[in-house]
T-cell receptor, first 109, second 113 residues
Framework: GQNIDQPTEMTATEGAIVQINCTYQTSGFNGLFWYQQHAGEAPTFLSYNVLDGLEEKGRFSSFLSRSKGYSYLLLKELQMKDSASYLCAVKQAGTALIFGKGTTLSVSS | ETGVTQTPRHLVMGMTNKKSLKCEQHLGHNAMYWYKQSAKKPLELMFVYNFKEQTENNSVPSRFSPECPNSSHLFLHLHTLQPEDSALYLC????????????FGAGSRLTVL
């Protein structure tokens, strides 16, 4: 089986940095994904990590430690439009993505 | 049209009704998925189709019946649903079922009275 944990809610202010953590327990690990979902919209792909380390993509970075079953999504220079749910998802070999409950991030001015 | 399109965006139905959700993708992908998204719960995988063949059924009750006539279209037929089936139903597609990145539609918000 698999278990994916992430905080339910987080708040931050514009211009700040926020780190959203995700821990997972799974067999046959084949990569970790982060998706962003604005209210009423489709989830959109943000990042993919399969090797340990940090992947940077503009204001967003994602980190993975396979030995610790741990990932985080780092958002820098927060903007109001970053208010959304952030979904951590794990890929096991031979199956579709399994998602966590998501973290709702609220960015205030 | 581009991406993944779902219709209807909103649906209200009684427990004795029969309705269908439709998903269409214009990405040339070969795999399509149905996920259920309920409040405070993770996205739940329901069904996976790869090259029109069902490859995963995640123990979904038979009152949900998927249909994949071709690689571009996916339906979810609904009948005798329960109020607890009220949720956002998301369709997604990928290059093939082993591929990593899913492209999601905006979802169909279903309310069962």
């Amino acid at each position: 089986g698999q278990n994916i944990d992430q905080p339910t809610e987080m708040t931050a202010t514009e211009g700040a940095i926020v780190q959203i953590n995700c821990t997972y327990q799974t067999s046959g690990f084949n990569g970790l994904f982060w998706y962003q979902q604005h209210a009423g919209e489709a989830p959109t792909f943000l990042s993919y990590n399969v090797l340990d380390g940090l992947e940077e993509k503009g204001r967003f970075s994602s980190f993975l430690s396979r030995s610790k079953g741990y990932s985080y999504l780092l958002l820098k220079e927060l903007q109001m439009k970053d208010s959304a749910s952030y979904l951590c998802a794990v890929k096991q070999a031979g199956t579709a993505l399994i998602f966590g409950k998501g973290t709702t991030l609220s960015v205030s001015s | 049209e581009t991406g993944v399109t779902q219709t209807p965006r909103h649906l209200v139905m009684g427990m004795t009704n029969k309705k269908s959700l439709k998903c269409e993708q214009h990405l040339g992908h070969n795999a399509m998925y149905w996920y259920k998204q309920s409040a405070k719960k993770p996205l739940e995988l329901m069904f996976v189709y790869n090259f029109k063949e069902q490859t995963e059924n995640n123990s979904v009750p038979s009152r949900f019946s998927p249909e994949c006539p071709n690689s571009s279209h996916l339906f979810l037929h609904l009948h005798t649903l329960q109020p607890e089936d009220s949720a956002l139903y998301l369709c997604a597609s990928s290059q093939e079922s082993g591929a990593n990145v899913l492209t999601f539609g905006a979802g169909s918000r279903l309310t069962v009275l």
